[in-house]
């Protein structure tokens, strides 16, 4: 094995810690929400700081394979789309803190009312499942999931997209639950990006392998199927 094999090796082999620890920081975010789990949320919210750790560290192991072997074709690929999954990660791992501190503000548990009505739950856990099969596909090199994956962003862009209005109805019958609402909001906003930043990690793993860039082309092309749903179902 030549020395660029083994320090790409190492680099993934990084990039895959940060990852595992930024999946849990995600799901012990979902449990701390639905549990009203302080410990946990303060837990994620402490974990952050290995997560920047590791952020710089990749970020510089990527600048010296860059300056010292000077790689080409398919290993310059993989670099580069290791510089854009580890600052997604970082992203992501920053949304799970920012729910946490959302759960740490609460005194007790969300409304289950407003959770079923809202499919936060049903979103967070889409999510996840984006954010473990966006890594499954990394390890297998498995360009057809993450393409898989594109697609699936579209479930959450759909619940984002009405839960204001749900949880603005809601709040009209129920003003005293305001300060809980909007938090949810804020919540199932973050989700939304969780799934952007799954949907931008699938989109290196596609450039990694294929030697393809679809990133606005995925994205234009969803949007333009979810506005022509959108307006079929408004007429």
Same mark, same amino acid.
């Given at each position: 094995m030549s020395h660029i094999d083994i320090e790409l090796d190492t680099l993934r082999g990084k990039l895959m810690e940060m990852w595992d620890l930024v999946e849990y920081q995600l799901q012990s975010g979902r449990e701390a929400m639905l549990n009203a789990d302080h410990d946990l949320a303060r837990k994620v919210v402490k974990l952050g700081k290995k997560v920047n750790n590791y952020d710089v560290k990749i970020d510089r192991m990527c600048e010296n394979l860059l300056a010292l072997y000077t790689p080409v074709a398919v290993d310059l690929r993989l670099v580069l789309a290791t510089l854009k999954i580890n600052a997604n990660?970082?992203?992501? /791992?920053?949304?799970?803190? /920012?729910?946490?501190?959302?759960?740490?503000?609460?005194? /007790?548990?969300?409304?289950?009312?407003?959770?079923?009505?809202?499919?936060?739950?049903?979103?967070?856990?889409?999510?996840?499942?984006?954010?473990?099969?966006?890594?499954?596909?990394?390890?297998?090199?498995?360009?057809?999931?993450?393409?898989?994956?594109?697609?699936?962003?579209?479930m959450l862009n759909k619940i984002y997209r009405k839960s204001e209005d749900i949880i603005a109805h809601y709040l009209r019958n129920n003003p005293a639950s305001i300060e809980e609402g909007l938090a949810l909001l804020s919540i199932i906003k973050k989700l939304e990006r969780v799934g952007d930043q799954v949907t931008n990690i699938s989109e290196e793993i596609i450039f990694y392998q294929d030697a393809k860039v679809v990133k606005h082309k995925s994205k234009k092309k969803n949007k333009d199927k979810e506005d022509r749903s959108d307006d079929m179902q408004s007429q």
């Open positions: 990660l970082e992203r992501i /791992g920053d949304t799970a803190e /920012g729910i946490s501190m959302y759960v740490q503000n609460r005194v /007790g548990t969300y409304n289950p009312e407003m959770l079923d009505i809202t499919r936060a739950v049903i979103m967070y856990d889409e999510a996840l499942a984006m954010f473990h099969d966006c890594r499954l596909a990394y390890i297998a090199n498995d360009t057809d999931q993450a393409r898989a994956i594109l697609k699936r962003d579209k």
